[in-house]
């Protein structure tokens, strides 16, 4: 192994090593700028450069697929990414897995997770208010590093692989909430049904600061058809207060026939002008940041879930007295809305202290919510008026619950 | 789609929470939460000129059965001789 000890070089256009240089100890290195270096290790070189949450798609708490998707407007199709539409057709969403087939270019990259968007009713004659796209919120607190409303305000890099049965110009958006400033940026699939790998730099904007909070700061977004209200102007390509019409002009109507496919993946906004290698979290870190928005949970069958406590006695429709107490997994962002849980006819046995009062319908709703846990109450069961030692088990099927607390 | 006010316990005297009601029936808990988006979908119903159902009052704990002669004495682990002689008879 050869070795070059030196306390200073001048005059030195290049040096190189064909095998290995160390750097002695109490040696300063003192640059003025490196340049020209693509890529240090071809990884990440550094944690939290992403603030797109679930990126690689691979968390879907909620259960959508390709073939069998979230429909509804404002639906989350995966975890963090939500469909977001007003338009005459139908479009359903939700998580494809990639093989080395389907995936192409993205799945060669490291990715085998997708979000996968599909028309299943066409519109093709968009009315004005008219739109699609898909979007994720960010909340201020993840944004600070883009210094945005000052003068030391930093650029944007979007980068993702997409693929998509339609050829055009699309649009891809920031949306800044917190001042009603957006800037907008076009992209070209140039082939069909194959996968490309997109990059995008938005400008900086020294106006308007994110607020340091838990809120809705930022919004990217993906849009798939805009009527005039939203793309009747010029496309706004630098940071301005915001007018609909120039949000997406030049976006292709992807509505406009049945069974149009698009496919996202390996999404990443980080700061800077430059694309860097996708950020790979483990499982459980994407799990995390995911719950912190929506959290699934499932008490397996023949679990007790619950018991008699003599507060629960409650109000209306959630009048009870059986509470089955859940801590979340992750701290919310805020308090969370929790879904009422009606169970099958049979699926429940809510037991007093001598017997087993009643095998029927229960319905339990969310009457204590903190960001940390839920206290759920049942309603009362026939010939149980008065119990002081009843609990709530799993008779048949699993107790699943959610609490959503989204942007 | 309707709404109703919620008290958590007995214990509550203002509702902290809100029902979503869809047909009447109830589907999602929805918190006093500034930052919730459902709670700021909720405010923006009432801005429209909306009000929501009043809270039903909670149920009373059940009152205990009153106890007997027998469960008294019982309770107390004195015999009938004992009581006897405590009070002179």
């Given at each position: 192994?050869?070795?070059?000890?030196?306390n200073?070089?001048?005059?030195?256009?290049?040096?190189?090593?064909?095998?290995?240089?160390?750097?002695?100890?109490?040696?300063?290195?003192?640059?003025?700028?490196?340049?020209?270096?693509?890529?240090?290790?071809?990884?990440q070189?550094?944690?939290?450069?992403?603030?797109?949450?679930?990126?690689?798609?691979?968390?879907?708490?909620?259960?959508?697929?390709?073939?069998?998707?979230?429909?509804?407007?404002?639906?989350?199709?995966?975890?963090?990414?939500?469909?977001?539409?007003?338009?005459?057709?139908?479009?359903?969403?939700?998580?494809?897995?990639?093989?080395?087939?389907?995936?192409?270019?993205?799945?060669?990259?490291?990715?085998?997770?997708a979000?996968?968007?599909?028309?299943?009713?066409?519109?093709?004659?968009?009315?004005?208010?008219?739109?699609?796209?898909?979007?994720?919120?960010?909340?201020?607190?993840?944004?600070?590093?883009?210094?945005?409303?000052?003068?030391?305000?930093?650029?944007?890099?979007?980068?993702?692989?997409?693929?998509?049965?339609?050829?055009?110009?699309?649009?891809?958006?920031?949306?800044?909430?917190?001042?009603?400033?957006?800037?907008?940026?076009?992209?070209?699939?140039?082939?069909?049904?194959?996968?490309?790998?997109?990059?995008?730099?938005?400008?900086?904007?020294?106006?308007?600061?994110?607020?340091?909070?838990?809120?809705?700061?930022?919004?990217?977004?993906?849009?798939?058809?805009?009527g005039?209200?939203?793309?009747?102007?010029?496309?706004?390509?630098?940071?301005?207060?915001?007018?609909?019409?120039?949000?997406?002009?030049?976006?292709?109507?992807?509505?406009?026939?049945?069974g149009?496919?698009?496919?996202?993946?390996?999404?990443?906004?980080?700061?800077?002008?430059?694309?860097?290698?996708?950020?790979?979290?483990?499982?459980?870190?994407?799990?995390?940041?995911?719950?912190?928005?929506?959290?699934?949970?499932?008490?397996?069958?023949?679990?007790?879930?619950?018991?008699?406590s003599?507060?629960?006695?409650?109000?209306?429709?959630?009048?009870?007295?059986?509470?089955?107490?859940?801590?979340?997994?992750?701290?919310?962002?805020?308090?969370?809305?929790v879904?009422?849980?009606?169970?099958g006819?049979?699926?429940?046995?809510i037991?007093s202290n001598t017997?087993?009062?009643?095998?029927?319908?229960?319905?339990?709703?969310?009457?204590?919510?903190?960001?940390?846990?839920?206290?759920?109450?049942?309603?009362?069961?026939?010939?149980?008026?008065?119990?002081?030692?009843?609990?709530?088990?799993?008779?048949?099927?699993?107790?699943?619950?959610?609490?959503?607390?989204?942007? | 789609m309707?709404?109703?006010?919620?008290?958590?316990?007995?214990?509550?005297?203002?509702?902290?929470?809100?029902?979503?009601?869809?047909?009447?029936?109830?589907?999602?808990?929805?918190?006093?939460?500034?930052?919730?988006?459902?709670?700021?979908?909720?405010?923006?119903?009432?801005?429209?000129?909306?009000?929501?159902?009043?809270?039903?009052?909670?149920?009373?704990?059940?009152?205990?059965?009153?106890?007997?002669?027998?469960?008294?004495?019982?309770?107390?682990?004195?015999?009938?001789?004992?009581?006897?002689?405590?009070?002179?008879?």
């Open positions: 192994m050869a070795i070059v000890n030196f200073s070089i001048s005059g030195v256009s290049t040096i190189s090593a064909t095998t290995s240089m160390t750097v002695g100890t109490g040696v300063t290195i003192t640059t003025n700028g490196i340049v020209g270096i693509t890529s240090i290790n071809s990884g070189l550094g944690g939290s450069r992403n603030v797109i949450i679930n990126g690689s798609m691979v968390v879907s708490q909620r259960g959508f697929t390709g073939s069998s998707g979230a429909t509804g407007n404002t639906d989350y199709a995966i975890d963090r990414f939500r469909i977001e539409h007003n338009q005459d057709g139908a479009v359903s969403a939700g998580q494809t897995t990639m093989n080395s087939t389907f995936g192409g270019n993205a799945y060669a990259d490291g990715f085998q997770s979000l996968h968007y599909r028309v299943t009713t066409a519109d093709a004659s968009l009315a004005a208010g008219q739109y699609a796209l898909i979007r994720q919120f960010i909340e201020g607190f993840n944004l600070q590093g883009f210094k945005k409303g000052t003068a030391n305000a930093q650029q944007y890099t979007l980068s993702f692989w997409v693929r998509s049965s339609l050829t055009g110009t699309y649009i891809a958006e920031l949306e800044d909430f917190d001042n009603t400033r957006q800037v907008s940026k076009s992209y070209t699939i140039d082939t069909a049904n194959t996968w490309e790998k997109k990059t995008l730099t938005f400008p900086a904007d020294t106006t308007g600061v994110f607020d340091n909070d838990n809120n809705a700061s930022l919004s990217v977004n993906w849009w798939f058809a805009a005039s209200t939203y793309s009747g102007g010029t496309l706004n390509t630098s940071w301005a207060s915001t007018t609909n019409a120039n949000r997406a002009a030049g976006q292709v109507n992807f509505l406009a026939t049945a149009n496919n698009f496919t996202l993946t390996g999404v990443q906004l980080e700061v800077g002008a430059t694309a860097s290698e996708f950020e790979r979290r483990s499982i459980p870190q994407e799990l995390a940041l995911c719950q912190r928005y929506f959290e699934k949970g499932t008490i397996p069958v023949n679990g007790i879930v619950g018991q008699y003599p507060n629960a006695a409650s109000s209306g429709t959630a009048a009870g007295f059986s509470c089955a107490f859940i801590p979340f997994a992750v701290t919310k962002r805020a308090t969370p809305s879904p009422t849980i009606t169970t006819s049979e699926a429940w046995t037991a017997n087993v009062s009643a095998y029927s319908a229960h319905t339990f709703t969310a009457l204590n919510i903190t960001a940390n846990a839920v206290r759920f109450v049942s309603n009362r069961i026939a010939g149980g008026s008065s119990p002081t030692n009843a609990s709530i088990y799993v008779w048949e099927g699993d107790f699943t619950w959610t609490a959503s607390a989204e942007l | 309707n709404y109703q006010l919620l008290k958590s316990s007995i214990r509550d005297t203002e509702p902290r929470q809100v029902l979503m009601l869809v047909d009447g029936q109830p589907v999602m808990t929805i918190p006093f939460d500034p930052a919730n988006t459902d709670y700021q979908a909720y405010l923006r119903w009432l801005e429209e000129g909306n009000t929501p159902l009043p809270a039903d009052e909670p149920d009373p704990i059940p009152e205990p059965e009153p106890l007997t002669a027998q469960q008294k004495l019982e309770a107390s682990g004195l015999t009938v001789e004992e009581l006897k002689d405590l009070l002179g008879l």
